[in-house]
Nanobody
Framework: QVQLQESGPSLVKPSQTLSLTCTVSGGSITTNYYAWTWIRQPPGKGLQWMGVITYDGSTYYSPSLKSRLSIFRDTSKNQFSLQLDSVTPEDTAVYYC??????????????WGKGTLVTVSS
């Protein structure tokens, strides 16, 4: 029932900031058994976990990205977003937003957006 949709730019210039938003429908981002995550996949490489924001707004980031990554939410719009500063071509990837259920009956059940390709280039 939960559906997620990424939105944001397809092209970002090096040294600029990448901002993406995930719009959630079919469930509230504040329900206490959800965790909301950003994951990306560079071309030809595996999935990379970036960070998570929980139902109460707590955040946790990948150590390799935490110095330039922020994840935040807008509960009035049922959205959560990422901001990645000082991007380089190595940040080119398909970016996915996901939701994870943590309640006992449905633990591990997850929902994925279709992904959005972001290219970092001059």
């Amino acid at each position: 029932q939960v559906q997620l949709q990424e939105s944001g730019p397809s092209l970002v210039k090096p040294s600029q900031t990448l901002s993406l938003t995930c719009t959630v429908s079919g469930g509230s981002i504040t329900t206490n058994y959800y965790a909301w995550t950003w994951i990306r996949q560079p071309p030809g490489k595996g999935l990379q976990w970036m960070g998570v924001i929980t139902y109460d707004g707590s955040t946790y980031y990948s150590p390799s990205l935490k110095s330039r990554l922020s994840i935040f939410r807008d509960t009035s719009k049922n959205q959560f977003s990422l901001q990645l500063d000082s991007v380089t071509p190595e940040d080119t990837a398909v970016y996915y937003c996901t939701g994870l259920r943590t309640d006992f009956r449905y633990y591990g059940m997850d929902y994925w957006g279709k992904g959005t390709l972001v290219t970092v280039s001059s």
